[in-house]
């Protein structure tokens, strides 16, 4: 690393004083732009200009990671992190105007909570921190799927699930009359660093009731909800889930529909054979009186000498 990064890795005064920090909130796999612009820029073939971002929680070094550099007439990106590579641009036509606003894309969870400072070196003078933002990184959960099982028991197990949101949620269920067991687990995404829930209540039903599972984003205070009707477990199969005896007896139903039509099919085919061997031979001892006459002659005759 150069010497001149390494010497401003530490916050210090600038000519124009402490840079404000500024907060800007981003969402997993989208595009955002960290604004920076100079009010009073320098020429930039003698003009350096670098991001470097600072995380609590993800310290690998003794100084701030390099996140995107420009120096001294093309960007310079040598020294930058391998958790920024290929995300990272300014806006090259912005430069000479002294806009040195930086573009990450996508954004990604280990980017939340980061602290970004812009340091500008003109040339000749002394650095100057004029941009300092905080990244807060947020996703959506999805709607929560809820699901209602029986068990072998004969209590109700309802499943609540839920996927794709950042940072960690706060999950809740209400109108738990009767709750005996309940259960959350919260899982973390290894490629896109997203929470998914599992949330699992066993009750003892004695009438419809009606179970709420809700999922909060804290940071978007954002609150998504799902709810379900619960009955007692009347009707169950061997695995516990109505659908299932809901499913099979819809299929002995088919099945039985299906056995009566061939029956009727089949006693309408033998019918119509009778029907038409009695007409075919009605018609052959009425219709034929040569036929007649001949097994008249053969009855009559007397039998020959031998």
């Known amino acids: 690393m150069p010497d001149f990064l390494i010497g401003l890795a530490e916050p210090q005064a600038s000519n124009d004083g402490a840079a404000k920090v500024n907060v800007i909130n981003a969402t997993i796999g989208q595009p955002v732009d960290l604004p920076c612009i100079i009010s009073h820029p320098q020429p930039l073939k003698g003009t350096r200009f670098y991001w470097q971002g600072t995380n609590k929680r993800r ?76 990244l807060h990184v947020t996703a959506k959960f999805q709607k929560p799927e809820v699901n209602v099982y029986c068990t072998e028991q004969g209590e109700v197990r309802v499943v609540c699930t839920s996927q794709g949101g950042f940072p960690r949620p706060n999950v809740s269920w209400t109108g738990l009359d009767h709750a005996d067991n309940l259960s959350t687990t919260i899982t973390i995404d290894p490629n896109s660093s997203t929470f998914s829930i599992s949330s699992i209540v066993h009750v003892n039903i004695t009438r419809g009731q009606k179970l709420t599972c809700s999922v909060t984003n804290p940071a978007l205070q954002e609150t998504t909800k799902t709810s379900v009707t619960v009955r007692d477990c009347s009707w169950r199969d061997t695995d516990g889930t109505i659908k299932t005896v809901a499913i099979c007896i819809g299929m002995a139903c088919l099945t039985t529909a299906i056995l009566i039509v061939l029956a009727i099919i089949c006693c309408k085919r033998r019918q119509s054979r009778s029907h038409s061997f009695q007409n075919g031979s009605q018609g052959r001892s009425l219709g034929d009186p040569h036929e007649s006459e001949s097994l008249h002659k053969m009855e009559s005759a007397p039998p020959s000498n031998t």
């Open 59 to 134: 310290i690998k070094h003794e100084y701030p990671e390099v996140v995107h550099m420009y120096n001294m007439g093309q960007v310079d990106l040598k020294n930058q992190d391998l958790l920024y590579s290929g995300r990272t641009k300014f806006f090259m036509d912005r430069l000479p105007r002294g806009d040195f606003s930086l573009n990450i894309n996508p954004v990604k969870a280990e980017d939340d909570k980061t602290e970004f400072v812009g340091h500008y070196l003109p040339e000749n003078t002394s650095f100057r921190n004029i941009c300092k933002i905080s």
